[in-house]
């Protein structure tokens, strides 16, 4: 299957810093979404972005299809942003969301 | 966004007891749904395809007869955990999309149910 590999594992902020969080992946892919999950565990949906860059606030995200990876900006990070960040992406030819291993980002006060 | 509701959100039962859990698209129709499985500081894993009106599809390793799926409408999916053991304690969450073709679309997940057996 699909192999989706996030770096950097863990990330430490101090509040008002600037990150950028990466996802590579293996093969060509339909869907690519950037999740955020808040300690409940709820999934908050960040992007949808097989291809292309978006922004939202503070957030943005770009997604270069033909080389085979994303990336996540967190920019004037606040505390609130701490949490796991997950890409996740849909091969062609197959409809099954796979997850990255997610990176944990802590930013402090 | 759609929203996607599932309940409870935490449960703690015994050990060798049934436990449902239920997954609802709130503002849309959704013929597929998806139910994931995430253990502490790990990542999510895919369990199985829920079909309305049909079988459901399971991923390689998954118990198909310890993880009952039923999806009777357009707007619900249920996990049925049977004859809960403690290595089933663990966050269950389930997806759908409301735009969803063959093979893409958004996805928008529940808010997760945290399954603990005793």
């Given amino acids: ?109 | 966004g759609a929203v996607v509701s599932q309940h409870p959100s935490r449960v703690i039962c015994k050990s060798g007891t049934s436990v449902k859990i239920e997954c609802r698209s709130l503002d849309f129709q959704a013929t597929t749904m998806f139910w994931y499985r995430q253990f502490p500081k790990q990542s999510l894993m895919l369990m199985a395809t829920s079909n309305e009106g049909s079988k459901a599809t399971y991923e390689q390793g998954v118990e198909k007869d310890k993880f009952l799926i039923n999806h009777a409408s357009l707007t619900l999916s249920t996990l049925t955990v049977t004859s809960a053991h403690p290595e089933d304690s663990s966050f269950y969450i389930c997806s759908a999309s409301p735009g969803r073709t063959a093979n893409t679309g958004e996805l928008f997940f529940g808010e997760g149910s945290r399954l603990t057996v005793l």
Wanted: net charge negative; aromatic share 12%; charged share 15%.
């Fill in chain 1, 1 to 109: 299957g699909i192999q989706v590999e996030q770096s950097p594992p863990d990330l430490i902020l101090q509040e008002g810093a600037n990150s950028t969080l990466r996802c590579n992946f293996s093969d060509s892919v339909n869907n690519l979404q950037w999740f955020h999950q808040n300690p409940w565990g709820q999934l908050i949906n960040l992007f949808y972005i097989p291809s292309g860059t978006k922004q939202n606030g503070r957030l943005s995200a770009t997604t270069v299809a033909t080389e085979r990876y994303s990336l996540l900006y967190i920019s004037s990070s606040q505390t609130t942003d701490s949490g796991v960040y997950f890409c996740a992406v849909e091969p062609y030819n197959d409809y099954k969301l796979s997850f990255g291993a997610g990176t944990t980002v802590t930013v402090r006060a």
